[in-house]
T-cell receptor, first 115, second 116 residues
Framework: NAGVMQNPRHLVRRRGQEARLRCSPMKGHSHVYWYRQLPEEGLKFMVYLQKENIIDESGMPKERFSAEFPKEGPSILRIQQVVRGDSAAYFC?????????????FGDGTRLSIL | GNSVTQMEGPVTLSEEAFLTINCTYTATGYPSLFWYVQYPGEGLQLLLKATKADDKGSNKGFEATYRKETTSFHLEKGSVQVSDSAVYFCALSEVEGGTSYGKLTFGQGTILTVHP
């Protein structure tokens, strides 16, 4: 049973470019969460999605960041016009559809570096 | 809002030493509590959890007890191994209002290094 798959593992972008991070949840999971880990810090919640719906985006920066989880395909976290401060590890987690406080299963993350 | 505070690290121990990593939390309701472990270059793995007061989570020799009176969830292990070297995160998840999910609020993480 494949775990949460994130790609790419490492992504390098120049300032002003766009970054697209992909996340395929575990089989049977329909809840997806994105977290950001800045250097030397813990993970901070960004957004929670279900298929075709954004449920909670209270942790997303107001500009340049967007997320989607289409009916088919992986969840995408998109960062437009990247800046140096966007350098971080971005983790995706998924949980089963029956809700509640189910443990979240994490991918190995995408490490984004901005030149 | 919710918050989690972990003891500051890094923590350096010799093999077979006793480990305690302190974790306290602030929450408005009745959260579930978790310990996650992160090995270098990898994502977080669930280590153990507890969903209500006085529950004890345990796994791989690690234990933590949900203490509502002290709002704590300290991680302990009686005899650490070199392979336990990693970053440990305490986290809470709270079902809010009418929602049926719990986004995780993390502590800042504690780096553990175990020497032979």
């Amino acid at each position: 049973n494949a775990g949460v798959m994130q790609n790419p593992r490492h992504l390098v972008r120049r300032r002003g470019q766009e970054a697209r991070l992909r996340c395929s949840p575990m089989k049977g999971h329909s809840h997806v969460y994105w977290y950001r880990q800045l250097p030397e810090e813990g993970l901070k919640f960004m957004v929670y999605l279900q298929k075709e719906n954004i449920i909670d985006e209270s942790g997303m920066p107001k500009e340049r960041f967007s997320a989607e989880f289409p009916k088919e395909g992986p969840s995408i976290l998109r960062i437009q016009q990247v800046v140096r401060g966007d350098s971080a590890a971005y983790f995706c987690a998924s949980s089963p559809p029956w809700g509640g406080n189910q443990p979240q299963h994490f991918g190995d993350g995408t490490r984004l570096s901005i030149l | 809002g919710n918050s989690v505070t972990q003891m500051e690290g890094p923590v350096t121990l010799s093999e077979e030493a006793f480990l305690t990593i302190n974790c306290t939390y602030t929450a408005t309701g009745y959260p579930s509590l978790f310990w996650y472990v992160q090995y270098p270059g990898e994502g977080l793995q669930l280590l153990l959890k507890a969903t209500k007061a006085d529950d004890k989570g345990s796994n791989k020799g690690f234990e933590a007890t949900y203490r509502k009176e002290t709002t704590s969830f300290h991680l302990e292990k009686g005899s650490v191994q070199v392979s336990d070297s990693a970053v440990y995160f305490c986290a809470l998840s709270e079902v809010e209002g009418g929602t049926s999910y719990g986004k995780l609020t993390f502590g800042q993480g504690t780096i553990l290094t175990v020497h032979p």
